[in-house]
Structure formats: C-alpha cells, structure tokens
C-alpha cells in the first residue's frame, strides 16, 4: 500500500484538528457539517456537538454566513466577535462538480497580535520619545548659549589640519552624549569619516573587574585566560570612526594602555602579541573636571578641544521656552505617528510656569523627562482612543509631577503650609474627592461655601495624601 493511499477522510480530520487556526465548514443552510478542536475550544464546545447546528448558535455574527449568500470569497477580514475577541479570517466557497453546496472559514485569535502590536508601538514611542538628537539643526540654544560650543565641535573634526580627539564636559543630562553623537554626524557630513563609519559607547564606569573591562575595550586573542575567544574590542570596532569614552574619569588602570594606543595608533588584544593598527577619534566625556582625573599625559592628548556645556540653570529663559516647546512638539509627533489619532497638548500658563521655574539637577535629561510624564498624566489612556480621533490634552499643575508640585507649593508665600486648609476643610475636600470630584470642582464647591482655595492647593492636598502610604 502507498502512502497516498493511507490519505482518507479521517486523516484529513486529523490534520484539520491539529491545524492551529480554527476551522469551519457549513453546507447551503448554514448547518455545521465540520468544527475543528481550535474553532470549538474558541465557543467552549467539543467539535461533535456542533455538528448538524446551526454556526450562528455559536457564531452569530459568522462572515460564513455573508459567503453562503454571497459566494464569494472573503480574505483577511478582521471581525470582533462575542466577548471582544478578535478573529482575522478567510471565508471561501464550496463548489462540487460546479453546484454549489456550502463554505468555510479558516480564522486565527489575533488577540495575542494585536497585544504584541500595541507593545511594539508603546516601545517604539519611548524610543522616539528618549530619543538623543544627532544633527546639529534640532539643537536648542545653537544661536544662544551652545553657539561657541557647537563651533568648536565642529571644529574638532571639521580643521584644516584634521580631526582631533576631544573632551566634552557638562553636569548630567546636559547633552554630552547628544553633543558626541552630533560630531559623528556631522565628520560624517563634511567627509572626514566615511558614510558607515562605527560611532561606539563605552561607559568607563560600568565594569567593576578591570580584566573584564581590558577585554572589552582592546578585545582578546583564544587562550589569553581560561575559556579565551579571540574576539574584537570596542577600540577595533571604533576603527575609521569615533569611540565615545563616557564617565571616562573611571578609566583608573587603563590610562596608562589608552595612551599608548593613542599615541601609537596601534592596540594589542588580551594575551596577544601582535600589533593591530587603528584609526580611532576619541571623544571622552565626564561629569567631572578630567584634568583632576586622568593622568596629565593622557588629559593633554584628549583635550586638544575642551568643550563645556552649560547646566539647564545657566541657560536663559527663553531657551528654556524653546526646550519645552521642543519636547511637547516631540510628544506631540511621536503619537500623532505612533497612534494614527490626531493629538495637541495644551499647558495652562501656570502649568508651564512652574515647569520653567522648577530645579532640575538632572538638567535636560529631566526636564524632557517631567514634561513627557506631565503629558502622560493628562492623556487618555490606549484603551480609550480610536483611530483617527482627536485628542486634545490639557495639562494641568495636577498632572506635573509630585516634586514639582511640592516645590512650587512651597515656593508660594500663601503656602498650605500656613494652615490655609485647616482639618475641617481637609475633610471636607476628601469627602468630596471620595465622591468622585476633581480638583477644580471641589475648589469651586469649597468658593461657594466661603473657603477661598484655589484649585492647585486642593490638588496638592489630594496629592500629598496619595504619596503617603
Ligand atoms: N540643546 C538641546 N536641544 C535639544 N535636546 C537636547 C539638548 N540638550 C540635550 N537634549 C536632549 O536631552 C537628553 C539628554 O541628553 P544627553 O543624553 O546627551 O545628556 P548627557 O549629558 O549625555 O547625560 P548623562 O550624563 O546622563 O549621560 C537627550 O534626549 C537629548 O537629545
Ligand atoms: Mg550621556
């Protein structure tokens, strides 16, 4: 007997049962003639029951249905079926010697998908939304406070007499590392570097073991230690382009190596004999002065250009206005591209106040970072926005952050602090908060009976008994 002849009726079931779509087909009338285990696990069923029942018992709104009045065939339509599951499904007629006698659906839960889906796009929006510039046109402050910093930044690749190494410092979240991967960018523009050229990271400060950190930085050749690779370091893979040694004031041990391979152009791996050349412009940057830090030898061949970046504070209010206009406008972008909805932010003019005064010492990198939870705060959630609306978001002193709020709160000679909202009014206010009502209605409430308490105290009030476990 030939395999071919094994195939009958029961073995095409089999293989129908096994298939991870689920399956059903239904003659003229709608009957069932045959569910397969995945379509029955999806209505809590066993395929025999549904036999000779109608598919509308257990799927009132089958596309099946619209194929057997309509015989045509039905592809990738996407249907909600009962208890909100999702289905993608194909529907096909059924033809025996030209009569027609039936149809079925093959069809696949995309509930999982479409989960997955929504997660790429939330990550893909934080990426968008962390994202660190690199061309020197997005950057604020290029005609103000970074002007003779850019210039010299341009300068460190861009000199007649070549590219040189530099140093970058600046507090945290200052831009040091925007500002490295703009020099890249624009060696890249000018021709110094070459279309594909490796810009790489190394954070100093992130290995605890320094043989570990040898190996990762000047790479290792098969047997230099137990279990030995011969693998690349950070500096070969920089080769033709820029390494960018951030914290580079935890270099420690490996100064004295780096200076070497600067001053040769030439690095040895781990356990290796042989010189391997390499043509690397380093950019180190720190939060610390470097010249107290590396070895003088060293700091001298780096700072051929020291460039310093100014913390948030040194920088004017109006740049100030443009890094927050910037951000919302960045928010703004990210989800009108991510979410296919149309969305504007809206600040009250308090609002933006204190996100403009406020303190932030860590810098840039902070206040981009309480401007997107602001924003966060005041916005739908996924769930609740469909394609194509349009959602406008009102940010208020409510949704800033606790800290700022704080700040502000305390930065205010009418502070709550001076009793202004005694216990009575206290209880008052969670009452109505335990009701339902918002800030704003609660301080409107709280007018009429005589207490004069503007909405924002009332919020901080709410506030501060949430933070309180
Ligand atoms: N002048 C600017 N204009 C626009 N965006 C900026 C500016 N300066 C910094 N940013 C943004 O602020 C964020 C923080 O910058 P960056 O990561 O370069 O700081 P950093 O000094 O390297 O911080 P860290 O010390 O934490 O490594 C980035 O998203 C960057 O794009
Ligand atoms: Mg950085």
Redesign the pocket.
């Known amino acids: 007997m030939q395999f071919k002849d094994l195939v009958d009726k029961d073995f095409f079931k089999d293989i129908l049962d096994n298939c991870n779509n689920g399956i059903n087909i239904a003659d003229i009338n709608g009957r069932v003639v045959f569910s397969n285990k995945v379509s029955a696990s999806y209505v809590g069923e066993q395929p025999e029951s549904m036999v000779g029942k109608m598919i509308t018992d257990f799927y009132p709104k089958a596309v099946l249905l619209s194929v057997l009045k309509y015989k045509h065939l039905i592809h990738d339509k996407e249907i909600h079926h009962v208890g909100g599951k999702k289905y993608m499904l194909n529907s096909f007629p059924i033809f025996m010697k030209g009569k027609f006698v039936g149809a079925y659906s093959i069809f696949k839960d995309v509930n999982d998908i479409d989960a997955l889906d929504k997660k790429i796009k939330t990550l893909e929006l934080q990426r968008m939304l962390?994202?660190?510039?690199s061309d020197f046109v997005?950057?604020?402050?290029?005609e103000g406070s970074?002007n003779e910093v850019l210039k010299s930044a341009k300068k460190t690749v861009g000199s007649l007499a070549g590219p040189r190494h530099s140093i970058i410092i600046?507090?945290?979240?200052?831009?040091?590392?925007?500002?490295?991967?703009m020099i890249h960018s624009y060696a890249i523009k000018v021709g110094v570097l070459n279309k594909n050229a490796p810009f790489v990271e190394v954070n100093c400060a992130q290995y605890t073991n320094p043989d570990i950190a040898a190996v990762e930085i000047f790479g290792s050749e098969q047997g230099a230690y137990t279990g030995a690779r011969q693998k690349k370091g950070l500096f070969e893979q920089a080769n033709g382009g820029i390494l960018f040694l951030?914290?580079a004031h935890a270099l420690d041990q490996y100064q004295n190596i780096l200076l070497k391979a600067i001053e040769s152009g030439k690095i040895r791996r781990v356990g290796g004999s042989k010189e391997i050349n390499v043509d690397v412009i380093i950019i180190a940057?720190s939060?610390k002065n470097l010249k107290n830090e590396l070895l003088p030898e060293l700091y001298q061949r780096l700072a051929q250009y020291e460039l310093t970046?100014p913390s948030l504070q040194e920088r004017s209010l109006d740049e100030k206005i443009d890094?927050l206009n910037?951000?919302v406008k960045k928010y703004e972008n990210a989800v009108i591209k991510n979410r296919n909805i149309k969305f504007k932010v809206i600040l009250s003019p308090l609002c933006k106040d204190v996100l403009l005064k406020a303190h932030y010492p860590?810098?840039?990198?902070q206040m981009?970072d309480v401007i997107n939870l602001s924003i966060d705060a005041a916005s739908p959630l996924i769930s609740e926005i469909h394609d194509g609306e349009e959602i406008i978001a009102h940010v208020e002193l409510e949704h800033l952050p606790f800290e700022l709020f704080n700040e502000h709160i305390s930065n205010e000679r009418n502070s709550i602090k001076n009793n202004i909202i005694n216990s009575h009014i206290e209880s008052v206010i969670d009452e109505l908060s335990r009701q339902g009502l918002g800030p704003r209605k609660i301080s409107k409430i709280l007018e009429a009976k005589g207490y004069n308490i503007e909405y924002y105290k009332v919020a901080y009030h709410l506030k501060k008994k949430k933070s309180v476990p």
């Open positions: 962390n994202s660190t510039e997005s950057i604020i402050g290029k970074l600046g507090e945290s979240g200052t831009g040091k590392t925007m500002l490295a991967k951030d914290e940057a939060t970046l890094l910037y951000f860590r810098n840039i990198r981009r």
